[in-house]
């Protein structure tokens, strides 16, 4: 199978990373191709952004969460575009651990045999730029760099220098982009801000796509994406016939989803519809509520208002629907969230507050399942992610967890999964692409509809 692609890399987290990938896909697309986005790592924000601009959902590829044949497989059924633009995660070797390549964007480069593109940023360096560059291209015998896009160039003699010192080694500079404020996005913690929080966010990054693409050779990155092998054809997967209703938490408050998991909840059987917490009144007739992550602490006033809706999901938690949480949906099914000096009220079905922290908690995470639960029996390994600056307080001493954790840090002691009625909630994101999981859940939503 043919599938015209590249990465778009970096020497180090916020280089400009996004915001170039979605330059790219812009100018890719004016030259009339379409184009399909994907995100390196277990990141729900960047991916909105290139969403924005293509058109298209990205999608993560992940080997922690996906397994190598995950990644594969998901490239393959998902570039049914002209072209597919891979945006890294952190630096280009950065992996698992310090001294481990797994799960880098090098790795998912290497799964997938595609040439990459090296963002430099040129801001505060001249000649040490090359410093910079011969280290990334000599690092790994077959670092599949191709050529470099210099990001904050200060001024023409800038530029000529930064080339002067890049021209020994022999590879193309694909890109000059002027060092210019207006072409910063906002962030928050350690990443951007979802665009589906704040809808601003679409046309400032589409406005930065269109300025930026003057400025890359759009015609040169295409022929390279041309230039690749071809990959192994993946057979679809049909959806089964509809079975069961899971209703989907999607606005402003809860938007961290991995797209792959509802293709996998449909495969099993399930129509997906989405609902939302912060302003829907009411919840169709279903049979199970798949609440994600976000950060509802944000529009903790407009949660806490909708008192009909946060009624609601306790009554149908209490009746025994099947309810799976993560993270945003976890601290949402709490008594309170407490940020920024005010506590707003949520569900209450946990008997426990959420409070902001200021040391965040990020991790990929590994457990054994130590009681049967919505998504698998007990003694069956996963694995995940965890990203939260939230800790749960006033949790009662007989909570029970479905989750024993030998990576990561979870809800506590190292324990994740709270478990109450039929309801599953914990701080770890999982990928559905990993067997059992989606089956399991949407059997449970079977099984509550035929009671």
Same mark, same amino acid.
């Given at each position: 199978?043919?599938?015209?692609?590249?990465?778009?890399?970096?020497?180090?987290?916020?280089?400009?990373?996004?915001?170039?990938?979605?330059?790219?896909?812009?100018?890719?697309?004016?030259?009339?191709?379409?184009?399909?986005?994907?995100?390196?790592?277990?990141?729900?924000?960047?991916?909105?952004?290139?969403?924005?601009?293509?058109?298209?959902?990205?999608?993560?590829?992940?080997?922690?969460?996906?397994?190598?044949?995950?990644?594969?497989?998901?490239?393959?059924?998902?570039?049914?575009?002209?072209?597919?633009?891979?945006?890294?995660?952190?630096?280009?070797?950065?992996?698992?651990?310090?001294?481990?390549?797994?799960?880098?964007?090098?790795?998912?480069?290497?799964?997938?045999?595609?040439?990459? !593109? /090296?963002?430099?940023? *040129? =801001? %505060?360096?001249?000649?040490?730029?090359?410093?910079? @560059? $011969?280290?990334?291209? +000599?690092?790994?015998?077959?670092?599949?760099?191709?050529?470099? !896009? /210099?990001?904050?160039? *200060? =001024? %023409?003699?800038?530029?000529?220098?930064?080339?002067? @010192? $890049?021209?020994?080694? +022999?590879?193309?500079?694909?890109?000059?982009?002027?060092?210019?404020?207006?072409?910063?996005?906002? =962030?928050?913690?350690?990443?951007?801000?979802?665009?589906?929080?704040?809808?601003?966010?679409?046309?400032?990054?589409?406005?930065?796509?269109?300025?930026?693409?003057?400025?890359?050779?759009?015609?040169?990155?295409?022929?390279?994406?041309?230039?690749?092998?071809?990959?192994?054809?993946?057979?679809?997967?049909?959806?089964?016939?509809?079975?069961?209703?899971?209703?989907?938490?999607?606005?402003?408050?809860?938007?961290?989803?991995?797209?792959?998991?509802?293709?996998?909840?449909?495969?099993?059987?399930?129509?997906?519809?989405?609902?939302?917490?912060?302003?829907?009144?009411?919840?169709?007739?279903?049979?199970?509520?798949?609440?994600?992550?976000?950060?509802?602490?944000?529009?903790?006033?407009?949660?806490?208002?909708?008192?009909?809706?946060?009624?609601?999901?306790?009554?149908?938690?209490?009746?025994?629907?099947?309810?799976?949480?993560?993270?945003?949906?976890?601290?949402?099914?709490?008594?309170?969230?407490?940020?920024?000096?005010?506590?707003?009220?949520?569900?209450?079905?946990?008997?426990?507050?959420?409070?902001?922290?200021?040391?965040?908690?990020?991790?990929?995470?590994?457990?054994?399942?130590?009681?049967?639960?919505?998504?698998?029996?007990?003694?069956?390994?996963?694995?995940?992610?965890?990203?939260?600056?939230?800790?749960?307080?006033?949790?009662?001493?007989?909570?029970?967890?479905?989750?024993?954790?030998?990576?990561?840090?979870?809800?506590?002691?190292?324990?994740?999964?709270?478990?109450?009625?039929?309801?599953?909630?914990?701080?770890?994101?999982?990928?559905?692409?990993?067997?059992?999981?989606?089956?399991?859940?949407?059997?449970?939503?079977?099984?509550?509809?035929?009671?």
């Amino acid at each position: 199978m043919k599938v015209p692609r590249i990465v778009v890399a970096g020497t180090t987290s916020s280089v400009g990373k996004t915001s170039i990938a979605a330059a790219i896909i812009h100018g890719i697309k004016k030259k009339g191709y379409s184009v399909q986005p994907f995100k390196v790592g277990p990141d729900f924000i960047d991916p909105s952004y290139l969403t924005a601009v293509s058109g298209k959902s990205a999608r993560n590829l992940d080997p922690w969460l996906m397994g190598s044949r995950g990644v594969l497989k998901s490239f393959i059924l998902n570039s049914n575009s002209n072209f597919s633009v891979i945006e890294g995660v952190m630096g280009y070797y950065d992996g698992f651990s310090g001294d481990s390549n797994f799960a880098s964007t090098h790795h998912v480069a290497t799964i997938l045999n595609t040439p990459v !593109i /090296l963002i430099l940023d *040129a =801001s %505060k360096t001249a000649r040490s730029i090359a410093a910079t @560059a $011969l280290g990334f291209t +000599k690092f790994h015998r077959m670092s599949r760099i191709v050529g470099f !896009i /210099l990001n904050k160039i *200060a =001024s %023409k003699r800038h530029e000529e220098l930064c080339r002067q @010192a $890049l021209a020994s080694l +022999k590879l193309p500079i694909l890109g000059v982009i002027p060092k210019n404020s207006d072409l910063k996005m906002r =962030s928050r913690h350690l990443g951007l801000i979802p665009v589906t929080e704040q809808k601003s966010l679409q046309s400032k990054i589409s406005r930065i796509a269109r300025t930026m693409y003057d400025f890359i050779d759009i015609e040169r990155i295409i022929q390279i994406g041309k230039n690749t092998t071809s990959l192994p054809q993946a057979r679809p997967e049909k959806d089964a016939k509809q079975r069961t209703k899971i209703i989907v938490a999607l606005d402003e408050s809860f938007n961290f989803y991995y797209r792959d998991n509802f293709d996998a909840l449909r495969r099993e059987g399930a129509k997906i519809e989405f609902f939302s917490p912060v302003s829907d009144s009411k919840i169709d007739d279903c049979d199970g509520i798949y609440l994600g992550g976000g950060f509802p602490e944000v529009l903790g006033h407009a949660l806490e208002r909708n008192q009909i809706m946060r009624k609601t999901i306790k009554k149908l938690a209490e009746n025994g629907i099947p309810i799976y949480a993560e993270c945003g949906g976890l601290m949402y099914l709490t008594k309170s969230i407490d940020y920024d000096n005010k506590k707003f009220k949520m569900v209450g079905l946990f008997d426990a507050t959420t409070k902001m922290q200021k040391k965040l908690k990020l991790n990929y995470t590994k457990a054994t399942i130590s009681n049967d639960c919505l998504i698998g029996k007990a003694s069956r390994t996963i694995q995940g992610q965890e990203f939260h600056f939230s800790e749960l307080e006033f949790l009662p001493k007989d909570s029970k967890f479905a989750y024993d954790l030998s990576i990561g840090v979870g809800i506590k002691n190292h324990k994740d999964g709270l478990m109450q009625y039929n309801t599953l909630a914990s701080y770890m994101h999982m990928h559905f692409s990993r067997p059992g999981i989606a089956k399991n859940f949407v059997r449970n939503c079977i099984k509550y509809s035929r009671r």
